[in-house]
């Protein structure tokens, strides 16, 4: 399955921004998907992950209430509601996927085996 990511930029402390993961190739909808995301100098960190039905999500804490993973398997696109977003959510995400199911365990990024590329999300204070 190949990954595509849009819909990082610039937003001010506070906005909102939906992320979208555009997936490709023979039954992308039987995949689990997730958001991790990388500021600089930081390690590669879990955000957000769905189930290929979409009905078990799992969240980080410090995005909980704030973020949302959702998918449509129709239009094979995975998106990330951001909402009241904090400068310390800045970092580059990146979407990935794994074939079979997820578990709340399943926050390291070698539990994913395809990745897209990332985008980038500002939030200025």
């Known amino acids: 399955v190949q990954l595509q990511a849009s819909g990082g930029g610039l937003v001010q402390a506070g906005g909102s921004l939906r992320l979208s993961c555009a997936a490709s190739g023979r039954t992308s909808s039987a995949y689990a998907m997730t958001w991790f995301r990388q500021a600089p100098g930081k390690e590669r960190e879990f955000v957000a992950s769905?189930?290929?039905?979409?009905?078990?999500?799992y969240y980080r804490e410090s995005v909980k209430g704030r973020f949302t993973i959702s998918r449509d398997n129709a239009k094979n696109t995975v998106y990330l509601q951001m909402n009241s977003l904090k400068p310390e959510d800045t970092a580059v995400y990146y979407c990935?996927?794994?074939?079979?199911?997820?578990?709340?365990?399943?926050?390291?990024?070698?539990?994913?085996?395809?990745w897209g590329q990332g985008t980038l999300v500002t939030v200025s204070s």
């Open positions: 990935a996927a794994r074939l079979g199911g997820i578990r709340a365990t399943m926050t390291d990024k070698t539990d994913f085996g395809y």
């Open positions: 769905i189930s290929a039905t979409g009905y078990t999500a």
